[in-house]
């Protein structure tokens, strides 16, 4: 079955670019109707959803970190990445990586949800 | 952006007990809602999605209902394995937002 895996430096500093990669196995990410999106939680917080790409390229970002936000995919590689600009410690949570599933079970229905994730890599923004 | 909001925050529950978790939407979202359960130091898992089916391997004891702005989380008699934080997420519009998290722990 798919999994994902995140990959990328433990530790950026402030002002910096944060840049993860999220690897897909076991399936090719240009199949299906999925998107692939990332999500993060600060330490003993909750989840906040930092945007998705589709495997054509269009993105979403959330309006929270859009300015700051870049998502993008690389089919040869079975790999999609973030960069998140200009980090401060509020950056500093577990990001997670996820594929977003689209069903279209009937005319004018839909359901999405976030079916396969992967374990989360910490990211510690600090001097 | 759509607000969730879950309660209650934490609860306590004996083993067997039925638990209730709700989740309210700060505007009608239908039935798109999803429930997932983190374990510490885990990833998320999918529990259920489009307000009340239950994704495939997942026990018939937990459960979905609402629409709309309610929604309710059920575990019909709670086990041991279910310490966890659940999470309500609404995809009705973008950015997807999740409510709080709600955490059960074994009285």
């Known amino acids: 079955q798919v999994q994902l895996q995140e990959s990328g430096p433990g530790l950026v500093k402030p002002s910096q670019t944060l840049s993860l990669t999220c690897t897909v196995s076991?399936?090719?990410?240009?199949?299906?109707?999925?998107?692939w999106s990332w999500i993060r939680q600060p330490a003993g917080k909750g989840l906040e959803w930092i945007g998705r790409i589709y495997t054509s390229g269009s993105t979403n970002y959330n309006p929270s970190l859009k300015s700051r936000v870049t998502i993008s995919v690389d089919t040869s590689k079975n790999q999609f990445s973030l960069k998140l600009s200009s980090v401060t410690a509020a950056d500093t949570a577990v990001y997670y990586c996820?594929?977003?599933?689209?069903?279209?079970?009937?005319?004018?229905?839909?359901?999405?949800?976030?079916?396969?994730w992967g374990k989360g890599t910490t990211v510690t923004v600090s001097s | 952006d759509i607000q969730m909001t879950q309660s209650p925050s934490s609860l306590s529950a004996s083993v067997g007990d039925r638990v209730t978790i709700t989740c309210q939407a700060s505007?009608?979202?239908?039935?798109?809602l999803n429930w997932y359960q983190q374990k510490p130091g885990k990833a998320p898992k999918l529990l259920i999605y489009d307000a009340s089916n239950l994704e495939t391997g997942v026990p018939s004891r937990f459960s979905g209902s609402g629409s709309g702005t309610d929604f309710t989380f059920t575990i019909s008699s709670l086990q041991p394995e279910d310490i966890a934080t659940y999470y309500c997420q609404q995809y009705d519009n973008l950015p997807r937002t999740f409510g709080q998290g709600t955490k059960v722990e074994i009285k």
């Open positions: 076991g399936g090719s990410i240009s199949s299906g109707s999925y998107y």
């Open positions: 996820a594929r977003e599933v689209v069903v279209v079970p009937a005319a004018m229905d839909y359901y999405y949800y976030m079916d396969v």
């Open positions: 505007q009608d979202i239908s039935n798109y």
